[in-house]
């Protein structure tokens, strides 16, 4: 199962490679991984999405609270949470396909953010499945590159009272 974890730790050196470490010695695959500071400049948020079944899940969290850096781990999977990823797409885009291209990038609400005699470079912000969606079209022009951030979740509002 894909776990979604949301950690708070301190904003130190080596923080960021004592819980990752901590994880693939465990032989744990990391899917995707993202960290950048929070409101408070002391501390720093990363997002690491991780395949684990519930009882190893529950054993990589146990020893993540064990870190003296670690603040507060909060599980974003089963919750109602808002996941986004950056993705840049650079695409073939002969001068008679371009206004096709410009259109899809349109529809998705992305942005050209270059622009060369033969390619488009599209950035685009999203879910997996809109990303997904964007990446299937704009495989039939042919991609030539693409790059992504990992992805980052915050709970949704709806928790507050």
Known sequence: MKH??????????????????????????????????????????ITIIVKADDVAYEQITKQL?????????????????????????????????????IEITNVFRAKIVDVGKSSLTIEATGDESKLKGMEDLFRAYGIKEITCTGKIAMSRNSKEV
Request: hydrophobic share 35%.
């Open 4 to 45: 979604i974890l949301s950690i708070l730790v301190e904003n130190k050196p080596g923080v960021l490679s004592r819980v990752t470490g901590l994880i693939s010695r465990r032989g744990f695959n990391i899917d995707s991984l993202s960290v950048g500071p929070t409101e408070d400049p002391t501390m720093s948020r």
């Open 65 to 101: 609270h064990k870190l003296v850096s670690v603040y507060k781990i909060s599980d974003l999977t089963k919750e109602s949470a808002i996941e986004r990823e950056l993705v840049l797409f650079k695409v073939n885009a002969s001068p008679e396909r371009r206004n096709e291209i």
